[in-house]
């Protein structure tokens, strides 16, 4: 902060430096106030920007999710269709084998240990 003094008589030298100190003051005080409010300005502007910014990207994301679930929905049908023509002979046919002694897990209870039965599928 500067006080600007003037040289003048002894009485009005120390009223003419107490009332520019005050001048300055204010002119600091305004400033800091014109500052804050464009700071204020330049983030609002920011948030704005920002918030369209994820409105957009939101509806981009909403639109592939609606195109992946698409995409989905026609590799289950492809999939369930596939997998209903599959048949032993095929599969025989393809080189796959009847699995031998498979071994299964089962839990009678809550309490107690995990039995392991072996059971041959036929």
């Keep these: ?3 600007r ?10 009223a003419i430096t107490r009332t520019l100190a005050q001048y ?3 002119d600091v005080v305004f400033r800091a106030a014109l500052s804050l409010i ?16 994820d409105v957009i990207a939101r509806t ?7 195109a992946l679930k698409s995409e989905v929905s026609a590799l289950e049908t492809t999939y369930l269709a596939r997998s209903a023509g599959i048949t032993r002979t095929l599969a025989t046919e393809q080189g796959f084998v009847e699995a031998q002694g498979t071994l ?6 809550a309490g107690s240990a995990v039995a392991y039965v072996s059971h041959e599928v036929r």
């Design 38 to 53: 464009a700071a204020a300005l330049v983030l609002y502007a920011y948030f704005i920007a920002a918030t369209v910014a």
């Design 104 to 109: 299964f897990a089962s839990v009678p209870s």
């Design 60 to 66: 981009h994301a909403e639109a592939n999710t609606v």
């Design 5 to 14: 003094t003037y040289t003048m008589h002894q009485g009005r030298t120390t």
């Design 1 to 3: 902060m500067t006080t």
């Design 24 to 26: 300055d003051i204010r």
